[in-house]
């Protein structure tokens, strides 16, 4: 079955950077567009970031030009790399495909 386990999630201080993985099994990965989601104390939960099988990419605006997201097909793992990180980043993000979703990791950035 459809497994997605993220990882790389922790606390870190304003201005600071992460990177999160999600390690994607039982599905063809290169095949599928993979997503970042996030969602925070108190809110619904919002679209960060997503990666087509072809590499293209789409962000929110507001983690544009801070957050990368992206893939490796060999490693059936995509990232998303956040810089310049801001408190009001702190959130667990989940990793998403079509109707999966892992289970998150939680991001808390201090001020």
């Known amino acids: 079955q459809v497994q997605l386990v993220e990882s790389g999630g922790g606390l870190v201080q304003a201005g600071g950077s992460l990177r999160l993985s999600c390690a994607a099994s039982?599905?063809?990965?290169?095949?599928?567009?993979m997503g970042w989601y996030r969602q925070a104390p108190g809110k619904q939960r919002e679209l960060v970031a997503t990666?087509?099988?072809?590499?293209?990419?789409n962000y929110a605006d507001s983690v544009k030009g801070r957050f990368i997201i992206s893939r490796d097909n060999a490693k059936n793992t995509v990232y998303l790399q956040m810089n310049s990180l801001k408190p009001e980043d702190t959130a667990v993000y989940y990793c998403?495909?079509?109707?999966?979703w892992g289970k998150g990791t939680l991001v808390t950035v201090s001020s």
């Open positions: 990666v087509t099988s072809g590499g293209s990419t």
């Open positions: 039982g599905f063809i990965f290169r095949l599928n567009a």
């Open positions: 998403n495909t079509r109707l999966h």
